[in-house]
């Protein structure tokens, strides 16, 4: 019987986040026709690339925030993970580049592996926590949140990191294949990794599996520590990327990049893309989609000049209305 019931929180996953993927692309086909009304800049080629760059930023990032929370837990450090990320590469791209001269491969490789190794090390301390300490996802996150912000503002001081490599910052971090940044390549397909791994790997069940029922995992032989650190490790190194990627594009390391915005943007993604806050749901395709509709929502109040002020007000309220959505279909399901 656990078994059974295992195969059934898993399965459920994939097939109650569908019933999201109808409204949400009604939502981004009606903001976009009323931009395009509204502002004919919105339709302007340079605003479509920025639309696709910053949506690939805030998928990447919550793709490991989603996954995250399908599993029963939080992420609140992936901001300070996306400015650590950028600082560290930053800096030892510059250190490398002085040691190695000329040899920009050996740089870029140093710097996006010591940027990924910081975002891993967050992610497994997160883990670890959780898992074996038995601390809520939220108050470790939220610890190592603000520990990590400090340790990004020691490296630079405050001040940006210079000294990469021409060729990251104008072959890599501006370049465009086929009209596009590289950036929306570099999403989709972690995108499409992400869906594999969520419907056809053990791993990807057993998250479903665990955020559904723990018990049930549990009883079933599932390893819940491993898969719950796997799932924080997952969000680090995503983060740090989405932070490697913002180094690249503006060509300096800093402190700033990511912050409380883009936590709560990537978790607002996550749950406005179906994946419930209670864990066991969720699907990684429709999260991305609600990246770029909320990337969109943001580029849109700014062509509209609506106060920066205000702009918080709007996902704010979105995603309370996800929610409640959410709740309202929960308890008529329990009721039939």
Known sequence: MTSIALRQNAARGPAA?????????VLLVALIVGMSLASPQFYGAQNVLNILRNASFLTIVALGQAMVIVAGGFDLS??????LASVVAA?????????????DALVIACGTLAGLGSGLAVGLVNGLCVSRLKVSGFVVTLGTMSATTGIGLMITSGIPVYGMPDSFVKGFGRAQILGLPVA????LALVLV???????TLFGRY???IGGNADAAIVSGVSI??????????SGLFAAGAGILYTALVGSGQASFGGDRMMLQSIAAAVIGGVSLRG???????VAVSALFLTILGNALNLLHIDSRLQPVFLGFIMVAAVAIEELSRRRKVRV
């Open 91 to 103: 800096k030892v791209m510059a250190a490398a580049a002085l040691a190695f001269p000329g040899n």
């Open 194 to 200: 992400m869906v594999f791994v969520q419907r056809r």
């Open 17 to 25: 986040a569908g019933l999201k993927l109808g409204f949400l692309p």
């Open 280 to 286: 066991g749901i969720g699907r990684v395709e429709i």
């Open 78 to 83: 992936v901001g300070a993970v996306v400015a």
């Open 225 to 234: 520590e491993r898969h719950v650190v796997g799932t924080y490790v997952l």
């Open 184 to 187: 929306v390549y570099i999403a």
């Open 207 to 209: 998250v479903y599996a």
